[in-house]
């Protein structure tokens, strides 16, 4: 705009920048306020529907469908997978998490829409390759399915809403996760820095 | 008392769902605002350099108790209809120490990877397809394990019925680690990025 002022145009370079500038991605935000909205939703979950917000649940609905699709009997005399599939009388993907879940993807991606984060991209640090990186990523996805399940809930479900409500085994299951986290931080940190 | 509104048959499990989704915007909505698409910036935390991840937990955490607190104490929200999860003491400490691991290796907690996946991360996506393939795994092995998941048991149980003390002292206590917890943090992170600027 300044070299507009100054009677001067704009060359196809200053025009790229100025293009590219915009697209730039916004800083995050306050860590306190996005904490102050991430309480509210919880809060609105409390007080709306009696519950609170999860993550891990949706993907063990989808999980105990695709094994209920491909071998049923299999599915139905495994207790783990028959409380996800039900009793047949509605779709288990008619799930208060599924849609909860449906709805983080979307919030989401119109977050990082607004705020020019939405690119494709491998995130990982200077020193690993990205096969490198997405072999650790799936390895700690697994070990967050099992952990989650054998905890009944992750991060959300457990840490986040188990903990505004005092629950015991959630502060429990809170210090470990951060003990775990902290403890192997160690042997992974080539991953990162 | 007229809340948890679902509770109190206000509407029926279909409008749930919608509100299901309403709710879950929000949450992908904060979760993604606050940086938490980023697994480097969700890695940090356990690295002392960015402690975002602590921040942002312990305000969501002290907000939602807060708040729970005062509705139930005016009597607002029945607080005995709001869901608690059971507590297994054994396998939730277990299962918390493998999430951890699973954490720092993979970057992601399962909320978060859905908000990498949805702005584009390649890691967040596949690390959700190693959250569902950890399920299958868990699934299938829960005949073997399903003793040790219900061992431990103690019921619908919160820590001011534990330990005796008054729910809202409690709460006070917690906001109270929570600020001091906040103080420190900013520290350290100065003292880190001190660190890291002489080096």
């Known amino acids: 705009m300044s070299s507009l002022i100054k009677g001067t145009t704009l060359s196809n370079t200053e025009v790229r920048t100025e293009a590219k500038a915009a697209r730039e991605p916004q800083p995050y935000w306050n860590p306190y306020l996005a904490g102050l909205g991430l309480g509210l939703v919880l809060l609105a979950a409390f007080v709306i529907m009696g519950r609170g917000l999860g993550a891990s649940g949706a993907f063990s609905s989808l999980v105990a469908v695709g094994v209920d699709a491909v071998a049923p009997a299999h599915a139905n005399a495994n207790d783990f997978y028959a409380e996800y599939i039900g009793d047949g009388t509605k779709s288990p993907l008619k799930d208060w998490l599924v849609f909860e879940v449906l709805g983080v993807f979307v919030g989401g991606f119109i977050s990082g829409l607004f705020a020019n984060r939405v690119t494709k991209v491998v995130e990982r640090g ?15 996805g697994g070990l967050m399915g099992i952990g989650a399940k054998l905890a009944r809930g992750c991060t959300s479900g457990q840490a986040l809403t188990g903990g505004a409500l005092f629950n015991v085994g959630s502060w429990a299951f809170m210090m470990m996760v951060f003990g775990g986290a902290y403890a192997a931080a160690y042997f992974v940190r080539r991953q990162w820095q | 008392m007229n809340a948890p509104f679902f509770k109190y048959g206000l509407f029926g499990d279909d409008v749930s769902l919608v509100i299901a989704f309403i709710i879950g915007i929000g949450f992908g909505f904060f979760l993604e605002r606050a940086g938490f698409g980023s697994s480097k910036k969700l890695a940090a935390q356990f690295y002392f350099t960015d402690l975002t991840v602590f921040k942002v937990m312990f305000t969501g955490i002290i907000t939602a108790m807060v708040g729970v607190y005062y509705l139930s104490a005016i009597g ?19 299962g918390g120490l493998i999430l951890g691991v699973g954490f720092v290796v993979g970057g992601y907690c399962p909320g978060t990877s859905c908000v990498a996946a949805s702005t584009g991360r390649i890691d967040g996506m596949v690390y959700l397809l190693g959250v569902i393939f950890g399920i299958f795994v868990f699934g299938e092995a829960f005949p073997l394990v399903s003793n040790f998941y219900v061992s431990t048991p103690m019921g619908q149980i919160t820590l001011p019925q534990i330990s005796g003390l008054p729910y809202g002292l409690l709460v006070f206590l917690v906001v109270l680690m929570a600020l001091g917890g906040f103080a420190g943090a900013e520290w350290v992170e100065k003292k880190m990025a001190a660190k890291k600027a002489g080096a």
């Open chain 1, 126 to 140: 200077p020193n690993i390759s990205s096969a490198g990186r997405l072999t650790f990523a799936f390895i700690g």
């Open chain 2, 76 to 94: 607002f929200v029945d607080l005995s209809l709001v869901y608690l999860t059971p507590t297994f003491l054994l396998p939730q400490v277990v």
